[in-house]
């Protein structure tokens, strides 16, 4: 992948090693699983399992603060909205943004940052937090080529496995390009200190005009490249090196597989016994099971 230096890594690491279809099926495996759970082991427990995908990673120091700068702003995010506008039952407030008061002869309620809510928004923020720095993980260990290799190899066509793989090299280089423009207005003096801020959110827009413009000459020439060299996406394809599993990375993937259909079936049969569509005394334990851990 074709990262900004501060985040490029050594091609040493196990993560890097695996096979590119066995990292996409834990990635569609967590993404899954996120969305099917609602306890706070099993959301701690995916994310848990993300943690484990990105310490494959061997990152700079530089490029682990970006990562947790990252993580924590998603976090941050979802926890301020949640603790704002938390409707439970059960609200403590900790302080008050703006106080209820009366407009224009309508009363309006206050917005207030209750604990319950930011407590409920922090558990909710591992979704997020599992997904994103999963996808992390997969897309910095992995070349575009095994990308696309590997979602040819999943039976994706290879048009759009080409077009995904294009998209995902498109972002970092895209974050350099910016930070690269950023830094030549800023020697230029732009955004210097006493700046107003309307002025400065307007430079910052300002600036988005040259990346774009950078991204279409990109485009282009990737287009002319391919083109010149014959790419057609109707013709049967090779890679090389072949991708092969190994024993242990079949068996992991059957156990992703497993694990995944499992925790689907017994969340599919809480749901209905829940709704009242199907229930049976005989799968009580199952039942608590989900009500307890998932």
Same mark, same amino acid.
């Not at 066509?157 to 090299?169: C, N």
């Given at each position: 992948?074709?990262?900004?230096?501060?985040?490029?890594?050594?091609?040493?690491?196990?993560?890097?090693?695996?096979?590119?279809? /066995?990292?996409?099926?834990?990635? *569609?495996?967590?993404?899954?699983? @996120?969305?099917?759970?609602?306890?706070?082991?099993?959301?701690?427990? @995916?994310?848990?399992?993300?943690?484990?995908?990105?310490?494959?990673?061997?990152?700079?120091?530089?490029?682990?603060? =970006?990562?947790?700068?990252? #993580? #924590? *702003?998603?976090?941050?995010?979802?926890?301020?909205?949640? !603790?704002?506008?938390?409707? $439970?039952?059960?609200?403590?407030? /900790?302080?008050?943004?703006?106080?209820?008061? %009366?407009?224009?002869?309508?009363?309006?309620?206050?917005?207030?940052?209750?604990?319950?809510?930011?407590?409920?928004?922090?558990?909710?923020?591992?979704?997020?937090?599992?997904?994103?720095?999963? $996808?992390? *993980?997969?897309?910095?260990?992995?070349?575009?080529?095994?990308?696309?290799?590997?979602?040819?190899?999943?039976?994706?066509?290879? !048009?759009?496995?080409?077009?995904?793989?294009?998209?995902?090299?498109?972002?970092?280089?895209?974050? %350099? %390009?910016?930070?690269?423009?950023?830094?030549?207005?800023?020697?230029?003096?732009?955004?210097?200190?006493?700046?107003?801020?309307?002025?400065?959110?307007? #430079?910052?827009?300002?600036?988005?005009?040259?990346?774009?413009?950078?991204?279409?000459?990109? +485009?282009? !020439?990737?287009?002319?490249?391919?083109?010149?060299?014959?790419?057609?996406?109707?013709?049967?394809?090779?890679?090389?090196? %072949?991708?092969?599993?190994?024993?242990?990375?079949?068996?992991?993937?059957?156990?992703?597989?497993?694990?995944? +259909?499992?925790?689907?079936? @017994?969340?599919?049969?809480?749901?209905?016994?829940? $709704?009242? =569509?199907?229930?049976?005394?005989?799968?009580?334990?199952?039942?608590?099971? !989900?009500?307890?851990?998932?």
């Amino acid at each position: 992948m074709n990262l900004p230096v501060e985040l490029s890594m050594t091609r040493d690491s196990w993560l890097s090693q695996l096979d590119p279809r /066995l990292k996409l099926a834990a990635l *569609a495996a967590i993404s899954i699983i @996120v969305v099917l759970v609602d306890s706070r082991p099993a959301l701690l427990t @995916v994310f848990a399992a993300a943690v484990v995908l990105a310490s494959g990673l061997r990152l700079r120091p530089r490029a682990w603060l =970006i990562v947790v700068g990252i #993580l #924590l *702003a998603t976090a941050w995010g979802t926890v301020l909205s949640q !603790a704002l506008f938390y409707v $439970g039952d059960e609200r403590t407030v /900790l302080f008050t943004i703006i106080p209820a008061g %009366e407009l224009l002869g309508r009363s309006y309620a206050g917005l207030d940052f209750t604990s319950e809510g930011a407590a409920y928004g922090l558990m909710q923020s591992l979704r997020l937090l599992a997904v994103t720095l999963a $996808g992390l *993980a997969i897309c910095m260990s992995t070349s575009p080529e095994r990308l696309v290799a590997a979602l040819s190899r999943l039976r994706v066509p290879v !048009a759009i496995g080409f077009m995904t793989v294009a998209a995902l090299r498109f972002v970092p280089t895209m974050i %350099e %390009e910016w930070a690269t423009v950023r830094r030549s207005a800023r020697l230029r003096g732009a955004g210097c200190r006493g700046t107003s801020w309307p002025r400065r959110m307007k #430079l910052e827009l300002a600036l988005l005009l040259p990346v774009l413009a950078a991204s279409l000459r990109r +485009a282009n !020439a990737l287009a002319t490249a391919i083109t010149c060299r014959g790419f057609d996406a109707t013709q049967p394809r090779t890679f090389y090196p %072949e991708l092969r599993f190994s024993l242990a990375q079949r068996t992991a993937l059957v156990s992703i597989v497993l694990l995944v +259909a499992g925790v689907s079936l @017994v969340k599919s049969l809480y749901w209905l016994a829940e $709704g009242r =569509i199907y229930y049976t005394t005989l799968l009580d334990p199952l039942y608590d099971f !989900a009500r307890a851990w998932l």
